[in-house]
């Protein structure tokens, strides 16, 4: 059994010793690429995931005294400024503060501890590399890079600190759009467009902070998107779910089974179909296959039932015909054969675009409920194609679209 197994199954400080030492292997057959020597202080070759909570803070704090150890000052860089070679020392701050930035845990008291260590964590990373300045007049890219990373995940740290009622929320949200500033400056200079639009978001979002519409549409938006490109970059679970978080705010509810889909095949591939997390993550999908395919009402309920809830299961008779469930507001449901026509979908609904004459071309383009226009009896479509306008539709050129 690996050093990765014995740590993944029975975390101790015994088994820590194991990755410890496993690492450390790695590391010094790795040492000339500064990403490749951090890796295995912070990523589980056997499950693909990066660790978590405190063994990964444990092993941060690891990295730190074996880099100290293995890569001394050089002799035109004074030892009372670093304590070794300043961009590996950088580097291994690092990983500190991407551990610490992912440290969770329900005590609040732990979570504004690992935050104020963040914020110390990265702040020495960026003061370091500042200070090289002094003794050297050509960075690596690899430095210049790792300096816009800190500066973001700096900024990302102070924002945190807001939940700490004590703090003055618009000089801290002041103080995050510098650093933000910083990094955007720093990923234009390196020519790092993806970073630069994060950057760009973050700054946007704290805008909305600041302004006190932290909970708008426009700030879900922003930071759906903030989301998106952080999952392209780095395609995790952890990511993943945050987004999918997002896009239920919205009930974007489409886009999310799509991801839930794509997280699904992940954890299948990385801990097996019957994992804990696998069934759990099968079991968020399910649910929001439902909530997305409810129907707000039928058009012929009248008196009390007029406006319930049902839930479509399928369509009969190519389409003309609907099966729902409901009403879900009752532990008495039925299943009941409706007319397609009779539907008035909720929004976040995933649908398809059939027998449109005028507009033909989006036929088969596939996009969610947004809202319902009563006085020309059409709903809002909201289409997958972003490069598609939203178009107001009939209901009876719509179809649920059950597998997205």
Not at 167 to 192: M, P, T, Y
Request: net charge negative; proline share 3%.
């Amino acid at each position: 059994m690996t050093y990765h197994m014995h740590i993944f199954f029975f975390y101790s400080s015994a088994h820590l010793n194991c990755i410890i030492e496993y690492a450390k292997v790695q590391s010094n057959q790795n040492h000339v690429d500064i990403g490749m020597f951090m890796l295995p202080w912070e990523y589980c070759s056997q499950c693909k995931q990066n660790y978590r909570n405190k063994l990964r803070l444990d092993l941060a704090g690891e990295v730190i005294k074996f880099t100290k150890e293995i890569f001394p000052l050089s002799e035109r860089v004074p030892s009372s400024e670093f304590p070794c070679d300043p961009y590996r020392y950088s580097e291994a701050l690092y990983v500190k503060a991407k551990a610490l930035a992912n440290y969770n845990d329900d005590d609040k008291a732990v979570e504004i501890e690992m935050n104020e260590e963040g914020i110390k964590v990265t702040t020495e990373i960026v003061s370091t590399i500042d200070k090289m300045r002094e003794y050297t007049p050509v960075f690596p890219k690899q430095i210049t890079q790792l300096e816009g990373l800190a500066y973001n995940q700096l900024g990302m740290f102070i924002i945190d600190s807001i939940t700490n009622n004590e703090v003055d929320k618009e000089e801290v949200s002041k103080r995050a759009i510098k650093c933000f500033e910083k990094a955007r400056e720093n990923a234009i200079s390196n020519g790092e467009v993806e970073n630069a639009e994060i950057a760009t978001s973050q700054i946007e979002q704290t805008q909305f902070m600041l302004n006190g519409i932290n909970t708008s549409p426009e700030k879900r938006r922003y930071n759906i998107k903030f989301l998106q490109k952080q999952y392209k970059l780095n395609p995790n679970i952890d990511v993943g779910m945050n987004l999918i978080y997002a896009y239920m705010s919205e009930k974007r509810f489409m886009e999310c089974q799509r991801t839930l889909v794509e997280l699904v095949e992940m954890s299948s591939r990385l801990h097996g179909a019957n994992h804990d997390e696998t069934q759990g993550l099968i079991d968020i999908l399910d649910q929001i296959k439902s909530v997305g395919t409810q129907i707000v009402r039928l058009k012929s309920d009248e008196g009390e039932s007029k406006g319930r809830g049902y839930m479509a299961l399928r369509y009969e008779e190519d389409g003309k015909k609907c099966i729902v469930e409901g009403p879900t507001d009752s532990n008495a449901k039925q299943t009941l054969t409706v007319e397609s026509d009779d539907i008035i979908y909720t929004i976040g609904v995933p649908v398809t675009c059939h027998g449109l004459v005028k507009a033909s071309h989006l036929n088969g383009k596939e996009g969610e409920v947004r809202s319902f226009d009563e006085e020309k009896q059409r709903h809002e479509i909201l289409f997958e194609d972003e490069s598609l306008k939203p178009c107001l539709v009939k209901p009876t050129n719509l179809r649920i679209s059950f597998d997205v």
